[in-house]
DNA sequence: TACATTTTATAGCCCGTGCTATATTATTTA
DNA sequence: TAAATAATATAGCACGGGCTATAAAATGTA
């Protein structure tokens, strides 16, 4: 093997460059719950009218009273709104996070399926994945989710669209 | 768009589902800290020698009485051995684990740059991606890694190795 | 309306992982 | 060898996010 070829097995990267990594995942761990958080409540929301409290536990996987208290600092931190025993609101800031958070969910996991992998496991892999991926790499994922519905079709092409009339 | 087609936008996953994959997420967040300082020292064992404590907090990127506190709490769990003023040391538990981790680092690393991403955005996602990838998703993204190096070289296919000699 | 059930709130605890500040021990250098 | 520097250890603090247990309020039902 080479030394320019794949898998450099030794060579440490440069410090700085690493350490600046690690931070950044460490970051990405401090909105992750937020992100979830809101984009379940959007979720809740738009399907069953209201967020509870209860609701969120449940589907977080979380006693009430730990999602009580993420609820309480998310309140602190604008994202939230919520009035005692009343549900829970999105400000427009926790709604725009919302919106994002999603979309990112979305795609992640479209390009997991896209790749092949099952269902059950792209919904898995996604809820971790999603808050590591940057902008750069998003939009590579995009770039084969339409490659592989565009192969898959029996052939959208241009002859098509001109075929009609 | 029907029912069946991508991006289910409403109806909300299965609640115990949902709630299994949160938690996988908050397991593997606990396991993290553990891969990546096992895995940061092999690297520094096996370039300079020995893994010092100031190395490992400086490539990680926290203050040296974090770092050291961690060590503790591997040496509790078996994976790293270390005395007072010495250098840290990968069990065989510590080894194992790194060997994993490091295999699984490179594949993701490997299968951002083959689907196009940029080599220090690659480094950086993978990071945090890394933690999260099961083992089916694991093989597929070596599969995609393959289909890439295949489609990339000039047609390395079987009638050149029968071209030879 | 009264009672039972559900939901929410709150307190108190644990643990992990950050930090700074302050010894103490090792190592390097003058 | 002595002094300066570097590395390590340790203490104490903060915060996030888990938990259980208990109390209070809201809601549903008899
Ligand atoms: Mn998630
Ligand atoms: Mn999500
Ligand atoms: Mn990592
Ligand atoms: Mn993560």
Redesign the pocket.
């Known amino acids: 093997m080479t030394k320019s070829e794949s898998s450099a097995s030794s060579a440490l990267p440069d410090a700085d460059q690493q350490a600046a990594n690690f931070k950044r995942v460490?970051e990405a761990h401090?909105s992750?719950?937020a992100e979830d958080y809101v984009e379940l409540i959007a979720d809740l929301i738009n399907t069953t009218g209201e967020a509870?409290?209860?609701d969120i536990a449940r589907r977080?996987?979380?006693?009430?009273?730990?999602a009580?208290?993420?609820i309480a600092?998310l309140q602190r931190e604008g994202l939230v709104s919520?009035?005692?025993?009343?549900?829970v609101f999105l400000t427009e800031k926790g709604r725009e996070l919302a919106v994002h958070s999603k979309r990112r969910h979305e795609i992640v996991v479209d390009f997991l399926r896209a790749i092949g992998i099952s269902e059950k496991t792209a919904q898995r892999d996604a809820e971790g994945i999603e808050h590591h991926v940057s902008e750069e790499t998003l939009a590579a994922f995009e770039r084969v989710i339409r490659a592989e519905s565009l192969a898959k079709k029996p052939r959208p092409t241009l002859a098509d669209s001109a075929k009609e009339k």
């Not at 977080?60 to 730990?66: C, D, I, K, P, Q």
């Open positions: 460490r401090q992750e719950v509870r409290a209860v977080l996987g979380v006693a009430h009273a730990t009580v208290k993420t600092r919520s009035q005692p025993y009343r549900a």
